[in-house]
């Protein structure tokens, strides 16, 4: 036998040998497949064998997953894409530091010390209020689901800042950062798709139950809402506001009002209102408002407005429901429905505005007993009655700490603690934006631009009383925008500094008397 064929022979053997008992161990497991054990091996087995491909690109898939509606149905609870992604994404970055001592994270105290103080807050409040419960793994507690994505999002943070993204690398990641947002709309497709396409679903949440009828313009499509913010995030990023109205490129503007149209689609206020308001910042920080483009605008709105006043009844049931801030002449059922949903959340907010003083300096946590779960249900809570009196069908929201409001959400389960650190967080990060939007890289000009007004609004929205925001979701998006723009510029731009001239530091004697002239005779 030739020598030179014995490492090929050798290679071969052990592959068969691990390949074989593999094979047939995966042809056992399969006569139970939908098992939680053989699941997870499944998962295990996946994830062995993409080990080359998150050493890769692990960062660019921690980016993809931030917003991205996909589950992984083979661990147990069901969690989101993005929570394993951070685990692996943060693994392998701290794993790359501690092999090469140059690797090292992006310094930026002024956020990373009110988010490590949070976190702290977190956790003490945790450990005084009954502890971190997962029902997932058969814990007696309710409410460990969102002290999990709070530590995820805080560690997301940290994944995201482990390295700066090079600068031919910057649209690519900007781009993965937001098209995430589309997987949202298989989501909407669930009562439409046929029998045989259901597993499709274990990867992507329906959005909407199967037994609803699935009509464009009457059924709440969020997913397609959300195709919309994806569109004009992209594009605000990309071109920038005046690149999209003067480049002479109609294309983009087409495509602009596509989005604008699509978030319709959704039918919620706040999703139209945080363009509105993305949208207004944009413009003034690009200086668009110096221009004739402002006359344009404001007559652009005058006849806007006009035209929906004869015409607001007539549009779509969601186009209606969007637009019920507004006091125009809307279908009654349209009305009807903005309106008890904002009456529940004010008669949820007064029932629970009691229950902040005796919380102010200990929140009460996120943990549920069962015990206190099963009492609250039966609605002898005197704290919940106001809300049970609106709608019984909402009162597990606030029971859960959905309160639909992002100071409530902080000040109720981590008391003024949280409210202080989360405040100094918002703060600082809105600062570290704005000097990276001011004093950034031009190629990067758009893309911190958009970056800090997307922050700024959602800051905005959390901290008023408008919109669906809690912390325990938020604080993903906020340190999303936050890392990206932190990776982008590799830490916090600041303005350049102006060449000194080397002047002496005592100016030379110049008397203050003139010398008399001296004549020659």
């Given amino acids: 036998m030739n020598n030179s064929n014995v490492p090929v022979i050798l290679r071969s053997l052990i592959i068969y040998a691990v390949c074989i008992p593999l094979a047939m161990f995966v042809g056992y497991t399969l006569a139970n497949p939908l098992d939680y054990g053989s699941l997870g091996f499944y998962g295990l087995l996946a994830a062995v064998l993409a080990s080359p491909i998150f050493l890769r690109w692990h960062r660019e898939l921690l980016v993809f997953s931030w917003s991205a509606s996909i589950s992984v149905f083979v661990l ?44 702290a807050v977190i956790v003490v409040t945790a450990e005084l209020t009954g502890g971190v419960g997962l029902r997932a793994f058969g814990s007696a507690v309710y409410g460990g689901k969102k002290y999990v994505y709070l530590f995820a999002s805080i560690a997301a943070y940290f994944a995201l800042i482990a390295r700066p993204i090079p600068k031919e690398k910057a649209r690519l990641f900007v781009l993965l950062f937001f098209l995430g947002q589309v997987t949202a709309a298989v989501g909407d497709l669930y009562p439409v798709c046929p ?40 594009l605000l990023a990309r071109y920038g506001l005046r690149g999209i109205l003067l480049s002479g490129k109609p294309w983009r503007f087409l495509l602009l009002l596509a989005a604008f149209v699509l978030i319709f689609l959704g039918g919620y206020r706040s999703t139209l209102l945080m363009f509105l308001v993305t949208f207004t910042l944009v413009f003034f920080w690009e200086g668009l408002h110096r221009t004739p483009l402002l006359l344009v605008m404001i007559l652009l709105g005058v006849l806007g407005g006009t035209a929906l006043v004869p015409l ?40 629970l ?4 003083p005796p919380h102010l300096f200990l929140g009460k946590g996120l943990a549920i007993s069962t015990e206190e779960f099963d009492e609250m249900m039966t609605g002898n809570f005197a704290l919940y009655t106001a809300a049970a009196n609106v709608d019984a069908s909402q009162n597990p929201l606030a029971l859960a700490g959905d309160y639909h409001n992002g100071m409530l959400s902080l000040i109720l389960p981590f008391g003024i603690w949280g ?18 939007a001011k004093y950034g890289d031009p190629e990067l000009r758009t893309a911190n631009a958009f970056l800090m007004a997307a922050f700024a609004c959602d800051a905005i929205f959390f901290l008023s009383c408008f919109g669906g925001m809690q912390i325990s979701m938020q604080l993903a998006n906020f340190g999303g925008y936050l890392g990206l723009s932190i990776a982008l510029n590799n830490g916090v731009c600041r303005p350049a500094r102006q060449a000194v001239e080397n002047r002496p530091l005592v100016a030379p004697f110049r008397p203050l008397l003139r010398p008399r002239p001296v004549f020659q005779r």
Avoid: C, H
Avoid at 419 to 436: D, E, I, P, Q, R
């Fill in 312 to 351: 607001a009844n007539k549009l779509p049931y969601t186009f209606q429901r969007a637009l019920a801030f507004l006091p125009l002449d809307l279908d009654a059922d349209a009305k009807r429905s903005a309106d008890d949903s904002t009456e529940w959340r004010l008669a949820m907010w007064s029932a």
């Fill in 353 to 356: 505005l009691p229950e902040i």
């Fill in 195 to 234: 029998a045989w396409l259901d597993p499709i679903f274990y990867v992507f949440p329906p959005m909407i139950a199967s037994d609803e009828v699935f009509q464009v313009g009457v059924t709440r499509l969020a997913g397609f809402g959300n195709v919309g913010v994806a569109i004009y995030s992209i």
């Fill in 76 to 119: 147990p609870g069901k969690p989101s894409l993005w929570l394993v992604m951070v685990a692996i994404s943060l693994g392998i970055s701290v794993m790359e530091r501690i092999m090469n001592s140059e690797n090292r994270f992006i310094r930026v105290p002024q956020t990373t010390w009110p988010l490590l103080a949070f976190l």
């Fill in 419 to 436: 409210v202080a650190t989360v405040t100094w967080f918002l703060l600082a990060g809105v600062k570290v934006m704005y000097n990276n």
